[in-house]
């Protein structure tokens, strides 16, 4: 029997694009993997991997994760303690982050050590929000982005990004009228600000890549 991948249902949205590019990810790999979509805190313990989608206010995003009873301890105990690998897409990249300031201040996860704050693009004709293609450089070494060609391009949509206190925990960055943390890593810990379930092949590729990751 393959591994179970957790993806946390908090009513965050993309549920359902995000559990559908999973499960064809998981396809191409013996055992297949189990991808259960959950809010049980006993399932998400036990996982053997971790995935946090997001879309939407950060504050809002971070309400709905903390009001499913035992869902963040249980997180912790996955990923912190049994070292389980944890992604966090979009806006569940952003709640790693020690705090948030999109409306006013709120408390993140904590996981990576920064605050996730509005973009502000030097460049005036660089819109925001972020919408739509823009290609992603990553580190060298980088796991995730194993497979891709140099600067892969994915699909964004967002206002605010994680300014990661330790550059370091960066292992990708993408330019939109100025350079924001497009991945992070820390660990077993990682997260991407775009959207891999709507970025076509370079995002399929991704995930297969987190599904196959032993960091």
């Not at 996955?78 to 990249?93: H, S």
């Not at 996730?116 to 450089?137: E, F, Q």
């Not at 699909?155 to 992070?184: E, N, P």
């Amino acid at each position: 029997m393959g591994a179970t991948i957790a993806l946390i249902d908090y009513g965050s949205g993309n549920m359902r694009s995000a559990e559908k590019a999973l499960r064809k990810a998981a396809e191409s790999l013996g055992p297949t993997p189990h991808v259960e979509v959950t809010d049980d805190p006993e399932v998400i313990a036990r996982a053997d991997r971790i995935v946090l989608p997001g879309v939407g206010a950060f504050a809002a995003c971070m309400r709905a994760l903390e009001s499913r009873p035992g869902v963040v301890e249980a997180m912790a105990q996955a990923v912190r303690e049994r070292g389980a690998p944890f992604l966090g897409i979009c806006v569940g990249m952003q709640l790693l982050a020690t705090r948030g300031l999109e409306f006013a201040e709120t408390a993140g996860l904590g996981w990576i050590g920064g605050e996730v704050k509005r973009l502000t693009p030097d460049n005036v004709h660089a819109k925001i929000p972020h919408m739509g293609w823009n290609s992603v450089n990553a580190a060298g070494g980088t796991a995730l982005f194993g497979g891709l060609e140099p600067g892969p391009h994915m699909y964004f949509t967002h206002s605010f990004a994680l300014a990661a206190d330790d550059d370091g925990d960066v292992s990708a960055w993408t330019d939109h009228g100025g350079r924001f943390a497009s991945a992070v890593t820390r660990g077993n810990v990682a997260g991407v600000q775009f959207h891999p379930e709507k970025s076509q092949g370079a995002g399929a590729r991704l995930l297969r890549n987190f599904l196959e990751w032993r960091p």
